[in-house]
């Protein structure tokens, strides 16, 4: 009997390099630790290189004792260059690397099969090869799970044609207000207020949640028939690499333990503020 939900995070597995030294993350992996650490059985996938580098990521993630699925692969392990402003994260992605040649194995398979959540996003999939991985690993997904899509818009590594698709493969939707106005021009609804633009995709892609965070301001969680919405507390930021995917992490452990709307976006806006207060993404007590 199964005691624990089953949660996957599937993507970027990378170094993030601040100016004071580099913390391991990447979007879908800082989500899987979050959601470990509120008692969920969850495992990353991802790949890394066969270089120090994945060596020492390896150890880390060995040390904060989450579950994994990645392969090791001959192109060099993920770095992302970090420059704070004021304490935002500005960020500059190494190409060509470990997390974009994330091979499908039947491990990926099975697991995803069991999965209660799957937490994805488009960052991933600007290579045919990850993006062939995670698109074949939502199809073994129960339709009966959560879906993910925590769209992650970097640089110039996106497309309508893959946030598209990725809508499609998704039933919770995460997404922060910058991210927002560039969709609703990609999309053409320009002239809708913001949570006219969330109830527009909640309908047209049929989602069961759409989170919406606009950073020290306040989130929205939108369901097709409701809201919350949660001024962000005001905490002592050290930086806020990884906040958006605790707060995810927390929402979703939080609404498979039961817990109704409102009662799950606290727990998920109490967990950001409190990452937010320590560096780097893969926060202790």
Not at 64 to 91: C, F, H, Q, R, S
Not at 229 to 244: C, H, K, L, S
């Amino acid at each position: 009997m199964k005691t624990k939900p089953l949660i996957i995070g599937i993507g970027e597995l990378l170094w993030d390099v601040l100016p004071t030294g580099k913390k391991a993350g990447g979007a879908p992996i800082n989500f899987v630790y979050h959601a470990s650490r509120l008692g969920a059985e969850s495992y990353a996938i991802s790949a890394i290189g066969n270089d120090p580098l994945g060596d020492e990521i390896m150890q880390e993630i060995d040390r904060i004792g989450i579950n994994y699925i990645i392969e090791k692969v001959n192109y060099p392990t993920g770095t992302v260059l970090v420059e704070l402003k004021g304490g935002i994260p500005d960020y500059t992605i190494i190409e060509g690397v470990a997390w974009d040649h994330i091979p499908l194995t039947q491990p990926m398979t099975e697991l995803a099969k069991r999965a209660d959540v799957i937490c994805f996003g488009t960052l991933a999939q600007r290579s045919e090869e990850s993006r062939n991985t995670i698109q074949d690993i939502l199809a073994f997904v129960s339709e009966d799970a959560y879906r993910i899509l925590d769209v992650n818009i970097r640089q110039h590594y996106y497309s309508k044609e893959i946030i598209v698709s990725s809508l499609r493969n998704c039933n919770v939707f995460k997404i922060n207000d910058e991210e927002l106005l560039l969709l609703k021009e990609l999309f053409g609804k320009q002239e809708l207020g913001e949570e006219d633009a969330c109830r527009w995709f909640v309908k047209e892609f049929n989602l069961k949640f759409m989170i919406l965070t606009a950073g020290a301001d306040y989130s929205t969680i939108f369901t097709p028939h409701t809201h919350s919405r949660i001024q962000t507390p005001r905490v002592e930021v050290a930086d806020t690499v990884g906040a958006g995917d605790s707060f995810t992490g927390a929402f979703i452990s939080s609404i498979l333990d039961g817990k109704p709307l409102a009662e799950a976006h606290r727990a998920a806006v109490d967990r950001a503020a409190f990452v937010c207060t320590r560096h780097g993404a893969w926060v202790t007590e």
